[in-house]
């Protein structure tokens, strides 16, 4: 495999890829990728290839910079797959690979709650690019949407994180490409911590019209 040219590495991961071979896919893409560091999709899957090599040796120091990796790298595989010549559907199918890898390694850390917020936010951020690149296509909103209910459903799990992200405006517009969506209920502590808040709200409420009344009487 080593003597194919950059052009024959690219036609054969992604003939393995689209016949459902992803993981065969994985080392002529590392091979490309070796011999064309440009190319920003090849450059994606190098990095789950090395990912998923730390992960299974449970080296817990690298398997998280190939998660910041992956997450950083995503968007511009998406752009890079937008930029190419290729046939529209086989573009698709290799950002849906894309999407579902993402999926797949952001959601194992944070349902471990580790890094969470940039899980997170990588996961509204993803969805947010994908949109831009390819508004008005009802097969890329999909990968949007899925995008945007995982995240705010972790959000809505993990509403103490500081995401700095508008988790209603996310349900807002996941509603509008998916009117059928329900948002997931707010967990009970949180339920709870806003009760208390309305709570002290209407106790100083009633405590400032009291001492008015009472400024007014001395008067």
């Not at 024959?8 to 689209?18: G, Q, S």
């Not at 290839?49 to 449970?58: I, N, V």
């Not at 890329?140 to 995008?147: D, I």
């Not at 500081?162 to 509008?176: A, F, G, H, S």
Request: hydrophobic share 35%; charged share 35%; net charge negative.
């Amino acid at each position: 495999m080593q003597s194919l040219t950059k052009e024959e590495l690219y036609d054969l991961a992604r003939n393995l890829l689209t016949k459902d071979n992803r993981e065969e896919s994985l080392e002529p893409y590392v091979l490309l990728y070796e011999k064309d560091p440009e190319n920003l999709e090849a450059r994606f899957f190098s990095y789950y290839w090395a990912y998923k090599g730390f992960f299974d040796e449970r080296d817990y120091t690298n398997t998280p910079k190939m998660l910041v990796k992956i997450i950083d790298s995503a968007a511009e595989a998406i752009r890079y797959i937008k930029l190419g010549e290729e046939d529209e559907d086989e573009k698709k199918f290799v950002a849906r690979e894309i999407v579902d890898i993402y999926l797949s390694v952001v959601g194992f850390f944070v349902n471990r709650g580790e890094y969470v917020v940039a899980g997170i936010r990588g996961l509204y951020d993803l969805g947010d690019v994908i949109e831009a690149e390819f508004t008005g296509d009802c097969e890329y909103m999909k990968l949007v949407t899925e995008l945007w209910k995982k995240a705010v459903g972790f959000h809505n799990e993990r509403w103490q994180s500081p995401i700095q992200k508008k988790m209603e405006d996310y349900v807002e517009k996941i509603q509008k490409a998916d009117p059928s969506y329900v948002p997931p209920k707010a967990p009970l502590d949180k339920k709870m911590s806003d009760g208390v808040e309305k709570g002290l709200k209407k106790s100083f409420g009633a405590l400032k019209k009291l001492m008015n009344n009472i400024d007014s009487k001395i008067k």
